[in-house]
T-cell receptor
């Protein structure tokens, strides 16, 4: 199993450009999450999904949109990138149905907006 | 919503010594408290977790204690080794439907050889 994979690993955008980050998991997990990690700020939840076709806002959702059309994929979109969105983005998944709430994280995407 | 505070922000110990990292949380309804370790350039990985119906849990050199009354929980690492050097995050959340976590800001642990 590959676990949780993220595409791309690095990206540089100009202000106002758009992009989509892809998260894929092969563990049949129901729940998926997008976080951003900034120095001194820890991990902050952007959006999450508790199943295919569902999404919900997290702590810092503004400027981002998400979609979960397939159970194994969770997409994070930036419609008009801003320098404040420069960050490392992590995707995670979990399978609460087995009473384990462990979140499995991907390797991250480093995004720079100039 | 939940607020998780993590202290201190950096910690340096001598190899072989113990390290203790403390976190506080605000929501008394939170019942799940995991600890994650993040090595440089990687995603965080769960190292131990505890539910609110348990006061302490151990796994080899690491242990977690929970004080529900004071709303704090701590990570204890004994016999530290250089490979324990990493960033450690505590988190708090609720089990059940719509489960999600609130993370602390993280602590950088350095183990001096």
């Amino acid at each position: 199993n590959a676990g949780v994979t993220q595409t791309p690993k690095f990206r540089v955008l100009k202000t106002g450009q758009s992009m989509t980050l892809l998260c894929a998991q092969d563990m049949n997990h129901e729940y998926m999450y997008w976080y951003r990690q900034d120095p001194g700020m820890g991990l902050r939840l952007i959006h999450y999904s508790v199943g295919e076709g569902t999404t919900a806002k997290g702590e810092v959702p503004d400027g981002y949109n998400v979609s979960r059309l397939k159970k194994q994929n969770f997409l994070l979109g930036l419609e008009s990138a801003a320098p404040s969105q420069t960050s490392v983005y992590f995707c995670a998944s979990s399978y609460p149905a087995d009473s384990s709430y462990e979140q499995y994280f991907g390797p991250g995407t480093r995004l720079t907006v100039t | 919503g939940e607020n998780v505070e993590q202290h201190p922000s950096t910690l340096s110990v001598q190899e072989g010594d113990s390290a203790v990292i403390k976190c506080t949380y605000s929501d008394s309804a939170s019942n799940y408290f995991p600890w994650y370790k993040q090595e440089l350039g990687k995603g965080p990985q769960l190292i131990i977790d505890i539910r609110s119906n348990v006061g302490e849990k151990k796994d080899q050199r690491i242990a977690v204690t929970l004080n529900k009354t004071a709303k704090h929980f701590s990570l204890h690492i004994t016999e530290t080794q250089p490979e324990d050097s990493a960033v450690y995050f505590c988190a708090a959340g609720k089990t059940g439907a719509n489960s999600k976590l609130t993370f602390g800001k993280g602590i950088t642990l350095s183990v001096r050889p």
